[in-house]
């Protein structure tokens, strides 16, 4: 991958009109080694949405970040809620405890637990995220479970090949799977804003090429 040109396809562009400052280019790195050594594998159309979603989840910084909000803003997470019973949270304060954090937003004792044992499965880390989960936010942990969250479905239990092909199509077709992949994370919550940052994303990696 030309690097130089995948940021030259950026700069300026929609995402990023006023060029890219350091820390979106450090963030950027980062997923770009992660994923180089460890997905390459992958379609480039998920890499695209993956980039899209850091994007968006990120607040465009492409750098993890812990979810916003007062401590009391985080009460809707606690054990007995609705939202506390569907994210495993089982202690007073898991709530803010376990509040989202990373590249996608990794929210609850569920998730986080879940994704250790994953991580460590596949990749022999050991981290334990309740225990520490803070760790949700380690720019290297919180890609992998960026990339291999979504590729295999931790989230809402849709995955990237729900709804994502290998295949080279129209910009309408892709832009078509990228509106509809945002299930893999949160439903259609700024599915089609997310699916334009993906095909420009995808441009760019095409340029890159």
Known sequence: MNRASFYAALRGGALFPFGLQKGQV???ENLLNVWEKYYSGEPRNDLAYNLATAYHETAQTMQPITERGPKSYFDKYE???RLGKLLG???VGDGYRFRGEGHVQNTGRRNAKFASDRLNEKFNLGVDLVAMPGKRGDPFISAHSLFLGNREGWWTGKDLRDFIDDKDESDAEDLRE???ARRV???TDKATKIGGHALIFEKALKAAA
């Open 178 to 180: 990228f509106i509809a």
């Open 26 to 28: 450090n963030g950027i």
């Open 185 to 187: 994370v949160n439903g």
């Open 79 to 81: 054990p007995g809620t």
């Open 89 to 91: 949270n089982t202690f």
